[in-house]
């Protein structure tokens, strides 16, 4: 059993940045794959980031690629996703997930444990 607790989310300008933090339970935390994912308003959970277990391999969304970092601290039990050069259309909740499978552009069901989310707004 993992649980994930999302942190970081907030109010930015266009152009700014956040950090997101998930904090994860148990001690099998490096075992998975971490990912984010959002939602917007009217619309489906998208993939935004994934990191492999140990944190060498990562995949990202295109529309997130170049503005959007993925890391984790096993150690520290959590994850991270650096948001720069944040855009109105970033506008979502967050949610990090856990999966127990390799890394790759994940789908909704690839996941196992999901955290409550994080608001993010970003004003134009």
């Known amino acids: 059993q993992v649980q994930l607790i999302e942190s970081g989310g907030g109010l930015v300008q266009a152009g700014g940045s956040l950090r997101l933090s998930c904090a994860a339970s148990?001690?099998?935390?490096?075992?998975?794959?971490m990912a984010w994912f959002r939602q917007a308003p009217g619309k489906e959970r998208e993939f935004v980031a994934a990191?492999?277990?140990?944190?060498?391999?990562?995949q990202y969304a295109d529309s997130v690629k170049d503005r959007f970092t993925i890391s984790r601290d096993n150690a520290k039990n959590t994850a991270y996703l650096q948001m720069n050069s944040l855009k109105p259309e970033d506008t979502a909740v967050y949610y990090c997930?856990?999966?127990?499978?390799?890394?790759?552009?994940?789908?909704?069901?690839?996941?196992?444990?999901w955290g409550q989310g994080t608001q993010v707004t970003v004003s134009s």
């Open positions: 148990g001690r099998t935390f490096s075992r998975y794959v």
């Open positions: 997930a856990s999966a127990s499978t390799t890394l790759k552009v994940l789908n909704v069901d690839d996941c196992d444990y």
């Open positions: 990191i492999s277990w140990g944190g060498a391999g990562t």
